[in-house]
């Protein structure tokens, strides 16, 4: 398949083409979070533990970030549209066959389907805005992908709740199988190939690709600032459901209701990172994570006193838009870096961040588990003290840069 046979994009269709793009965008999030009210109705439906229905979870975010690894360079090589259009199908069956299902292993099968057909389609709409735009306007769009996204996260929950109470767990696949297959038609007729120059698919030459951007060091330490962003919205995605409706005795509405609040905590954040995109990054940064790490710590004292949901709803939204804030200013820079091999930075960046948080919210919630606000005030801590840690290496590494630039147009004596 090469980009000549593909229908490509008509100049008239390229407004609805970015708003169905932007449409796809939060699909990842409503993969994670239209069924995180649930989780406790899972485990009672198909007999198994808290952790392996925290499992689904996590096996996604695991393929979807792994994946993300090697479809940037099929994007760029083969192409962004029918790859998009192939993984959309297969995202509609495979979310049908888990409404279908009450074994735990097909469940797993196809959640981890999911992370690979979303991983093909939120990469591919990702590259398309470098394809189609330029400049301020391409930073402009970029850095409304973090206010996008958290549409997922803030609706996705809410809508869940309702589902789980009028219909059960399995409607809420049926809705994403929905949503996908209202894109895939629109997709047909309004979109098509934004790729102008494809790549020779040769493996070796992506590696070194790979192998160049990891080497840039400020590159690699945004992705482990949106890892660690992340994480933190994770970690209430796994505990919130069960310190809800386990703890404090709550229905799933209730979990849907705090999870559409403590997303709309992200949407602010990323508000907040657009509105101060051109304030001293170092700084904002670090006045960012001390503020975080100051509602962790309140977080932990008032579930103390008071041992009340409010507690942690009010310290959880602060350390949330601070974790919206840092992965709006990191996800413009890392996309922009290398606008040349699109594709492969965007699938690098998300795959990269979904690995660092598939692996640090499991083995937080295994050390620290889903049991109050305590440990959530604890894995918040955990996880903002690493992110200063990273901020500091990001402090040696602009001096560093500075002083290698200054050398560079210093005139030899």
């Not at 297969?90 to 888990?98: A, P, R, T, V, Y």
Request: some cysteine.
């Amino acid at each position: 398949m090469t980009t000549s046979t593909v229908r490509p994009i008509k100049e008239g269709n390229i407004g609805i083409a970015t708003l169905l793009a932007f449409a796809m965008i939060p699909m990842s999030g409503f993969a994670t979070d239209i069924y995180i009210p649930s989780l406790p109705g899972m485990t009672n439906a198909l007999g198994i533990s808290s952790s392996e229905a925290q499992l689904t979870l996590s096996l996604f975010l695991i393929s979807y970030g792994v994946s993300q690894l090697f479809i940037g360079g099929l994007l760029d090589s083969y192409g962004r549209y029918r790859i998009a259009l192939v993984s959309m199908l297969l995202f509609c069956i495979s979310c049908g066959i888990i409404a279908n299902t009450h074994s735990l292993y097909v469940v797993y099968a196809m959640r981890i389907v999911h992370g690979i057909t979303i991983a093909a389609m939120v990469v591919s709409k990702r590259a398309l805005f470098v394809d189609l735009y330029s400049g301020e306007k391409l930073k402009h769009y970029l850095s409304f992908f973090t206010i996008i996204w958290s549409t997922g996260p803030i609706i996705a929950p809410f809508i869940g709740g309702y589902l789980e109470v009028n219909f059960g767990w399995e409607s809420n696949f049926y809705f994403l199988g929905g949503y996908a297959a209202l894109l895939l038609v629109l997709e047909v007729f309004f979109s098509g190939e934004t790729l102008k120059q494809k790549t020779p698919f040769h493996p070796a030459k992506i590696v070194s690709i790979y192998y160049e951007m990891l080497r840039t060091s400020s590159f690699t330490l945004g992705i482990g600032m949106l890892g660690l962003a992340y994480t933190m919205v994770m970690i209430y995605n796994m505990s919130g459901p069960f310190i809800i409706e386990h703890y404090f005795n709550l229905s799933p509405v209730v979990t849907g209701y705090c999870s559409l609040f403590l997303g709309f905590a992200w949407m602010v954040g990323g508000f907040v990172g657009k509105g101060t995109i051109n304030k001293p990054f170092v700084r904002k940064m670090n006045v960012n994570i001390g503020c975080q790490l100051i509602a962790a710590f309140a977080l932990w004292g008032t579930f103390l006193l008071f041992n009340q949901l409010w507690t942690v709803l009010v310290f959880a939204f602060l350390v949330h838009v601070g974790a919206g804030f840092t992965y709006n200013n990191y996800f413009t820079y890392c996309l922009q870096r290398f606008p040349k091999n699109a594709g492969i930075a965007g699938g690098l960046t998300g795959g990269l961040v979904y690995v660092i948080v598939s692996m640090l919210s499991a083995g937080i919630i295994y050390v620290l588990p889903a049991k109050d606000g305590q440990n959530l005030s604890f894995s918040y801590m955990a996880l903002i003290v690493a992110s200063g840690v990273v901020m500091y290496r990001v402090l040696i590494v602009n001096r560093q840069e500075a002083a290698a630039l200054q050398r560079e147009t210093t005139p030899a004596v």
